[in-house]
């Protein structure tokens, strides 16, 4: 079943995205959809995911509550060697050869909460978060880690199917060394309400790919998230994800394109925050998942990114 009819937006085409019932007790036809969306575009949504809808809300509310602190409290929680924590507007790049300066927005990172005294909290990239005041933020601090949780169970749903769609075992990526200890970053986004103009090289995140496994992306009604199908086409032409309200928009990784053997599709995919001739802000949370292991060819700089719940 398809849920988002292609329409256009200000001359901009919607790409019309697969949908997937995660309650639907046709794993068939849920392998098949899937099937396609990543051999088509590898985007597509799940809903009935399990994640209610009032946590969800309240993960945005808790989202723009952060982010409308002065600068100077956000600061005090400024991203670590860790890499947790807040990030300022125009502190990443995706794009470098077409940007003329940072992403227009502004993030934080939550990664596996390991206390320092943990031998594990000597690795790069893992140890203890960066948590607002419970004075300052009351129950910030849980209902990211309840949303965290909720959603990294998604996204382990989500991987039984593609392992389904790859003609594997359900079970194949739950081993210890793949997805059986996953790395999984949650990352709050806020982008600012300024339209992108990409002849100028401004953008709310510059073109790019994710690095991981999936993301599962929740983005408030702002339409902003726009792919490509074709990143070798020219000119490239690009189109609108329609937000779907309850539902995760789900795009594969860099490091499922590459175990699949190319066989599932990477696009890019950049967001301007803009509806039609008009500009809103807007926010998004984002769950990326990585295996087990932080691959060699992962950057050693940790990427900045948005609101998003990443399964890598």
């Known amino acids: 079943m398809n849920d988002a009819n292609a329409i256009e937006v200000a001359g901009v085409p919607t790409s019309a995205l697969n949908c997937i019932d995660l309650s639907s007790s046709d794993i068939q036809q849920s392998v098949s959809l899937l099937k396609q969306a990543c051999l088509d575009s590898g985007f597509f949504y799940v809903i009935n995911h399990g994640v209610g809808q009032d946590l969800m809300e309240e993960v945005f509310v808790q989202s723009r509550r952060f982010f409308g602190l002065p600068l100077s409290e956000k600061m005090k929680l400024l991203r670590n060697e860790k890499h947790r924590g807040y990030t300022p507007l125009f502190d990443q790049v995706l794009d470098p050869a077409n940007q003329i300066h940072g992403d227009y927005k502004e993030g934080y990172y939550i990664g596996v909460e390991l206390p320092e005294e943990d031998s594990g909290a000597q690795k790069p990239h893992f140890g203890p978060n960066l ?75 510059g073109a790019h790919s994710d690095f991981g496994f999936i993301t599962l992306l929740a983005t408030d009604d702002v339409l902003g998230l726009q792919i490509c199908k074709n990143k070798d086409a020219k000119p490239q032409a690009w189109e609108y994800v329609q937000p779907l309200k309850g539902a995760f928009i789900v795009n594969l990784g860099d490091m499922l394109e590459r175990w699949s053997n190319c066989i599932f599709r990477l696009l890019f995919s950049w967001t301007q925050t803009m509806i039609v001739s008009s500009s809103a802000c807007q926010h998004v949370c984002q769950r990326k998942i990585l295996p087990s292991f932080l691959p060699s060819y992962v950057r050693p700089t940790w990427p900045k990114d948005t609101t998003i719940l990443m399964l890598i």
């Open 131 to 205: 948590w607002p005041s419970e004075d300052v933020l009351p129950r910030w601090r849980q209902a990211m880690e309840q949303f965290g949780s909720q959603a990294l169970n998604v996204a382990k749903v989500v991987a039984r199917i593609i392992a389904l769609a790859l003609d594997l075992e359900a079970d194949f990526f739950d081993k210890p060394e793949i997805l059986g200890k996953p790395f999984p970053i949650l990352r709050l986004l806020h982008y600012e309400g300024l339209i992108s103009d990409p002849s100028k090289g401004i953008y709310g995140a």
